[in-house]
Structures are given as C-alpha cells and as structure tokens.
DNA sequence: TTAGATGCAAAGACTTTGCGCACTT
DNA sequence: AAGTGCGCAAAGTCTTTGCATCTAA
C-alpha cells in the first residue's frame, strides 16, 4: 500500500534521529507514487507539487539522506543524469543505448553471475545497482 | 603488437573518408599505449605528451569518431567521468562501488546472462559495455 | 584549393557547497 | 531553545558547441 510504504519512510528517518520536513515528505510521496526511474530534476519537479519551493539543491541532499538510509538506490543509465528509485524490490535495469527505455528486471535474472563473479574474483556485486546496456527489442529489429 | 593496433586506428580513420590528423594520431597513440581505462581528461593530459595543444574538446571530438567506427568504446562507472578502451577485447568490467578500482574480466561471464536477457525481454546486452557495480575483494573483507 | 578538423572560449547539463534564515524537535 | 535542514545562489565537474583559423588531401 503506497500510504504504507511513505510512512515506512517518514519512520526510518525519525529513527535515524533525522527530522521530518516538508520537502522530505515531498520527495518520499513522489518515490512513492510515481513508479519510474526518476532523475533529481524530474523528482524535484513532481515534488514541487507538494510543496511549492522545494529545490533542487534539497532533493539531492535528501536524496543523498534516503540512499544512506537503504529507502532509495540510484544507477546511472546511459549518457544522461543519474536515476533514482526506491529500495523496495530488488531488480537490475536494462537501458536501451538507442531509445533510453529502461527496463526492470527480477534480479534473479543475476544469481548466476552473481555467483561466478564471487567465485572467480571474489567481487560482490550489488544486486541494487546492475544496470545493463544494449538494445531493447524494438530497437534491435528496426 | 602495438604499432599495428595503431596502424589498424589510422587506418579506419582514412576508409571512413575522415582526416588523419596529429591529433588524432596523439589519441590513438595514448589508447594503444596506456591499458587502462581512461576518462577523457586522462587521454586529453597523456595526448598532450604527442601534441603539445591538443585541447580536451578535440579529444572529445574524436574518441566520438573513434567510437562510430567501432574503434573505442566507453562504459559509466561510479559516479566520475565516463572511461574510454580500445574496442580490441571484448570484455565486461567490475566496478568497486569503496575503493573505485576497476576489474576487467573476459566477456563468456556474460554468456549466460546475456542469452537469458534475449530468450526473456528480446534484449540484445551489448558486450562492450557492461560495467557491474559492487564490492572488490579487499573492500570487502574490510 | 577546399572542406574537414582544430583550439579556444563560452555555454550547457548535472551536481555540490556555502550561508543565513526557518522550522522541527 | 537549539541546531538540523532549507532555499538560494554560486561554484564545480564533465561535456558540448560556435566560430575563426588551420591543414590534410
């Protein structure tokens, strides 16, 4: 339930002895409500409809906030700004290098390689932050 | 050997129909010289070892070029710059999310993932570009 | 000769930082 | 009351673009 999961977030900052403003309330209700990868500019936009004045500035320092908290991953998709969406569901992107679709994908799509990768270099890879490029059906057959 | 990878750079230069120019030479140079991956400002300093004057805007200009004629590729990694390679070897990389090193690591690590991202979405994962975020060994254990 | 390539400088896109005031606690 | 968080504006980083000049072919 979407009022859920934004008092899920008012909570986890009042836990972290951090205070509860306007402009994070803002910003969590767009992460919310809206389901997309979103930039700092576009979130700074949709957050202007809750209250008014909220900078750009403000987001990315709340933004910086949520991610430190575990609420928001970010992933840089492309040649454009970076994106930012919540932590809920573990998933990997797909971008499309010709047409900029990103596409969500279970990130069980990644066990395998997750797997191999610990294994031959003891890397780990951060399940929250896979971002694949290449090119998506439409773009392949055109 | 190196003279060739370079040769093989003018080369594709001049059947394009474009110019072979010091500049581009200095660039081309720096790639088959330095292993690493480079961001723009790296090759621009190490260019200018060859071309006292190239400026960071030519050097954008042709790793462009390059990069149509399938010479170069980039990958985006961490929050910094984007980092340039030579096209010669198809590989992935490891990106440290703490430390920042970079691992690179052979594309059949791909293999699988990319057949499952084709069978499932149609998505044609493009081999030269795939850059994984997370923990390297040592920052790991850390 | 001549059109593509360059260097420089300015503009652009995205993000971070400094500062004084406001608002949460 | 106290100090975190805010908006604003300026600075910073990385990259692109405009333009006059130069140069490879």
Redesign the pocket.
């Known amino acids: 339930m979407d009022h859920d999961r934004l008092e899920d977030i008012i909570s986890a900052v ?1 836990a972290d002895g ?7 309330r803002a910003v969590a209700r767009v992460l919310v409500e809206l389901p997309d990868h979103l ?3 576009e979130i700074t936009r949709a957050a202007q409809r809750y ?1 008014s ?6 987001v ?3 933004l ?1 906030e949520f991610e430190r908290l575990d609420l928001v991953v970010h992933a840089h998709v492309g ?4 994106v930012y969406h919540l932590a809920g569901a573990l998933h990997g992107h797909l971008v499309c290098t010709n047409c900029g679709v990103t596409i969500e994908i279970p990130s069980r799509h990644f066990d395998a390689l997750s797997g191999d990768l610990l294994k031959t270099y003891g890397f780990r890879l951060d399940r929250h932050h896979v971002a694949i490029a290449g090119l998506c059906a439409r773009c392949r057959d055109a």
């Open positions: 009042r951090r205070r509860v403003t306007v402009a994070k930039s700092a500019e209250a004045d909220v900078s750009p500035s403000t990315y320092r709340i910086e040649h454009g700004a970076t």
